[in-house]
């Protein structure tokens, strides 16, 4: 009964996400409320199934990224980027580019949200929607996520001692083979020809005639200094899982103080706290409360058996299905569960198969990681970038965000199976 419930309210929650994306947030913690009163959710697991990491990252990074835009660094590093592209189409290829080399080495969600304000900027002085370029920076940050092992919750997990068994250099070269990074890599490659397939009218040529002057360089060092801070971290063994959201709260606290103590302006410190982007942390509150239901009726358990048992005994139709059957579900479902759920079902078919794990496991992490960039509540790099077009006045529907996701994903998957299959099998 609660999981025919779960899935009604799941599936309509979508519905309402789709037909008014003005009242996201409102929506999702309706359905959330909704699964704690029916018990879908139990009240005692409200709690923990929020990623309090991720909300603390984007609550921190919010704070310092508007003192990071109004130190006018995001302007200087847009011109310096305009020399360098001869077009508006150019420009969307190496603002993608360059976030997907930060994402994998920190949080997706971090990368998305030092690296869209200088789209922002670029698109501003370009006078052109922001919109193709930020979800095509959010795609991007995703895409790369599983990269290394510092570049995704899902990575961490796979490279567990009862799993893969993988450190840091593993991710590039494993039992005489390239690596998954490489596979990743791959994939973000062979995005570039479809962003010149999907921007090849945008053939405006850019000059930047302005010459910004930064004369606030404390903004700048923060956010270099939580880079750093965040790729120290994720070579700490058993850290807190809060450590990355403090890391982010600390550095943004260390910016406002500075502020404060150079101008003395309490009311610009009120103004940057009530204009934060509220909304976008509900949204993601929400569902990760939704998500949490679904995982504790079953549901994601459920999902894992039936690509399992959809494959059978064939390798390559099992490593098939574990790939686009992972796209498909983290669509819609957070891959961290879902993966955490499926390591411990591949590990055991693999043993009864008696063949290497890895081609499964890999095959899960790069379906996972990318299939999130389908849809613009898949992942919250994704809610986080739709977030900051909408403080901006730009609503992205499902539509807008699909038409630039869908072939990112395919494109990038594709490279991904084709590549791990033929080193891997």
């Not at 360059?98 to 969600?109: E, K, L, Q, Y």
Request: aromatic content about 10%.
């Amino acid at each position: 009964m609660l999981k025919t419930l779960a899935i009604i309210l799941f599936v309509g929650m979508y519905v309402g996400l789709i037909l008014f994306p003005k009242r996201r947030a409102v929506i999702a913690l309706c359905v959330a409320a909704i699964y704690v009163i029916s018990g879908i959710l139990p009240f005692g697991k409200v709690l923990g199934v929020v990623d309090w990491n991720v909300l603390l990252m984007i609550f921190g990074t919010l704070l310092l990224v508007d003192y990071f835009i109004e130190s006018k660094m995001p302007n200087l590093i847009a011109e310096k980027l305009l020399d360098l592209a001869p077009n508006v189409m150019w420009v969307t290829i190496f603002m993608s580019l360059f976030s997907g080399i930060i994402s994998a080495f920190i949080d997706n969600v971090a990368t998305l949200l030092m690296v869209a304000p200088v789209g922002l900027a670029i698109c501003k002085k370009l006078k052109i929607n922001p919109v193709p370029m930020i979800i095509s920076i959010a795609v991007s940050s995703n895409l790369q996520g599983a990269a290394t092992l510092v570049g995704d919750t899902t990575s961490i997990m796979l490279a567990a001692k009862a799993y893969a068994n993988m450190d840091f250099m593993d991710f590039f070269w494993m039992d005489g083979r390239l690596g998954i990074f490489f596979a990743v890599e791959l994939g973000a490659l062979l995005t570039v020809p479809i962003m010149m397939i999907l921007f090849r009218k945008d053939k405006e040529p850019v000059e930047s005639t302005e010459k910004t002057v930064v004369t606030d360089y404390v903004p700048t060092i923060m956010m270099v200094a939580h880079v750093i801070l965040l790729m120290a971290a994720s070579f700490i063994p058993d850290k807190p899982e809060i450590t990355n959201g403090v890391i982010c709260l600390g550095c943004s606290l260390i910016g406002m103080v500075w502020e404060y103590f150079k101008d003395h302006d309490v009311d610009r410190i009120k103004r940057v706290v009530k204009n934060l982007d509220y909304d976008t942390v509900l949204l993601l509150t929400a569902l990760f409360m939704v998500i949490g239901g679904i995982t504790n009726v079953g549901l994601v358990d459920d999902l894992a058996n039936l690509i399992v048992s959809a494959g059978g005994n064939n390798l390559f139709a099992l490593f098939t299905i574990v790939v686009w059957g992972s796209v498909l579900i983290s669509a819609f479902i957070d891959n961290i569960p879902y993966v955490a759920t499926m390591l411990p079902v591949l590990k055991g078919v693999t043993a009864a198969l008696g063949v290497n794990p890895c081609l499964l496991y890999f095959g899960l992490l790069c379906g996972a990681t990318l299939g999130g960039n389908i849809t613009p509540v898949g992942a919250s790099c994704n809610i986080a970038g739709v977030g900051m077009l909408r403080k901006e006045g730009y609503e992205v529907s499902f539509k807008d965000f699909a038409r630039i996701g869908i072939p990112f994903t395919l494109a990038a998957v594709i490279g991904a199976y084709v590549f791990l299959w033929v080193l891997w099998r």
